[in-house]
């Protein structure tokens, strides 16, 4: 069965400073597709970026980006330029067609400091 | 730009009663979802429907959860007699071919 790990149960960074949120997933698929999602205190669910394991280029969307390590079953979010804005909990997730669902870390709290 | 949305985004009700949670999905997409978030922990999936019918559910969605798409737009969670842990945020997410799951903004579900 597919797992995804979340080993930071929190982060803290500087505001305009740089973070990274591990991710680890554990899969025997080689076709699938990984997201983070954002979770403001507002619990709105909100998509930052998406990854297709197909596709060796990372993606890359304004100041978040991803360091997708397929052999690895790695998948971190880069954060750059943080804003106050940015905090909240991230959560990692892992989708396959067949699956029809989504798979779920536990989250990574930010927080961000002034 | 098309976004999903949910009602109500609070509900209250005393164990033992039925409640409905409805969606609206972005107007193009074919595959809905119903997750759950009990506060504080990992959001759980609940059921995935294509094609009007239930393409996968999970060890939660016993016989007291049913879902369906009565009228071609609304998608509807059933909980046919609430527990106290049913307390929960329950999300809607819709999806079409090859693309992320968007999220609703989700309804609170408070059970007494």
């Known amino acids: 069965a597919q797992t995804v790990t979340q080993s930071q149960p929190e982060m803290s960074v500087q505001e305009a400073e740089t973070v990274t949120l591990s991710c680890t997933y554990d899969?025997?698929?080689?076709?699938?597709?990984l997201f983070w999602y954002k979770q403001p205190p507002s619990r709105q669910m909100i998509l930052v970026i998406r990854q297709e394991a197909y596709k060796q280029q990372n993606a890359t969307e304004n100041r978040f980006s991803v360091n997708f390590q397929k052999a690895a079953k790695s998948f971190s979010l880069k954060i750059s330029d943080s804003q106050l804005g940015d905090a909240a909990m991230y959560f990692c997730?892992?989708?396959?067609?067949?699956?029809?669902?989504?798979?779920w870390g536990a989250g990574t709290k930010l927080i961000i400091k002034p | 730009e098309p976004e999903v949305t949910q009602t109500p985004s609070h509900q209250v009700t005393q164990m033992g009663q039925e409640v409905i949670l409805r969606c609206v999905p972005i107007?193009?997409?074919?595959?809905f979802y119903w997750y759950r978030q009990i506060l504080g922990q990992k959001v759980e999936f609940l059921v995935s429907f294509y094609n009007n019918e239930i393409s996968e559910k999970s060890e939660i969605f016993d016989d007291q959860f049913s879902v369906e798409r009565p009228d071609g737009s609304n998608f509807t969670l059933k909980i046919r007699s609430t527990k106290l842990e049913d307390s929960a945020m329950y999300f809607c997410?819709?999806?079409?071919?090859?693309?992320?799951?968007?999220f609703g903004p989700g309804t609170r579900l408070t059970v007494t």
């Open positions: 107007s193009n997409h074919l595959y």
């Open positions: 997410a819709t999806q079409t071919h090859n693309t992320a799951q968007y």
């Open positions: 899969t025997s698929e080689s076709d699938y597709y």
């Open positions: 997730a892992y989708f396959m067609d067949s699956n029809y669902q989504l798979i």
